[in-house]
């Protein structure tokens, strides 16, 4: 069955340090994508990045990147020199059939950015 | 930018009463998936469209939970009757072609 673990709950960074927030994912398919999501206060769904199962090149984009790794399974998120508006939820999340989409959710990881 | 519209934004309505969300996709998605999350959790998928068809319904509670996208544009996710453990948000989203979902800003339920 697939499943999304977020294991970091709550995780606080004063501003300008670097966090990753963890993702670890099970799927039994061999084409999958993941997905991370960011939800500030507001509470809408922010797209940040798709990733296939095929490409395990890392991605950077600003100050985001992203490592993934299908040894361990794993595709985490790295925020370098955080700011206070990155604080928000961040979630990962699973899709494994291409033709329907349906999202498989973590937990998700509230980030907190203190000035 | 193209967005995914919701209504309303709020909703507080007492148990036993019918509610109502309403949801705009993105124009030309042809995709629409409704999301259910409950406080401290990931959103969980309660229905998905494809045009006007239902594809994954399995986890909607239809005895008291029904969606419709008539013509395949825009669609209506209602609760009859609500109960206290439906308090949640309800989040909208839709995809071309099962690609990238963008989601709408959500409605907040809150049922007394």
């Known amino acids: 069955a697939q499943k999304v673990t977020q294991a970091q709950t709550e995780i606080s960074v004063v501003e300008k340090e670097d966090v990753t927030l963890d993702c670890v994912y099970e799927?039994?398919?061999?084409?999958?994508?993941l997905f991370w999501y960011k939800q500030p206060p507001s509470g809408e769904l922010v797209f940040l990045i798709r990733r296939n199962s095929f490409d395990e090149q890392n991605e950077i984009s600003g100050r985001y990147s992203w490592n993934f790794q299908k040894s361990t399974s794993s595709f985490n998120f790295t925020i370098t020199a955080s700011q206070v508006v990155d604080s928000a939820v961040y979630f990962c999340a699973l899709s494994e059939e291409w033709n329907t989409g349906k999202l498989i959710f973590g937990q998700g990881t509230t980030l907190q950015v203190k000035p | 930018e193209a967005e995914v519209a919701q209504s309303p934004r709020y909703k507080i309505t007492e148990k036993s009463q019918a509610v109502a969300f309403w949801c705009d996709p993105i124009s030309g998605h042809a995709t629409l998936y409704w999301y259910r999350q409950i406080l401290g959790q990931g959103p969980e998928l309660l229905v998905q469209?494809?045009?006007?068809?239902?594809?994954?319904d399995s986890q909607l509670p239809k005895d008291r939970f029904s969606a419709e996208r008539l013509k395949g544009v825009d669609s209506t996710l209602k609760i009859q009757p609500a109960e206290l453990g439906d308090s949640a948000m309800y989040l909208c989203?839709?995809?071309?072609?099962?690609?990238?979902?963008?989601f709408g800003p959500g409605t907040r339920l809150t049922v007394l």
């Open positions: 989203a839709s995809s071309f072609l099962g690609d990238t979902q963008y």
């Open positions: 469209f494809q045009d006007e068809s239902v594809v994954d």
């Open positions: 799927t039994r398919d061999t084409t999958y994508y």
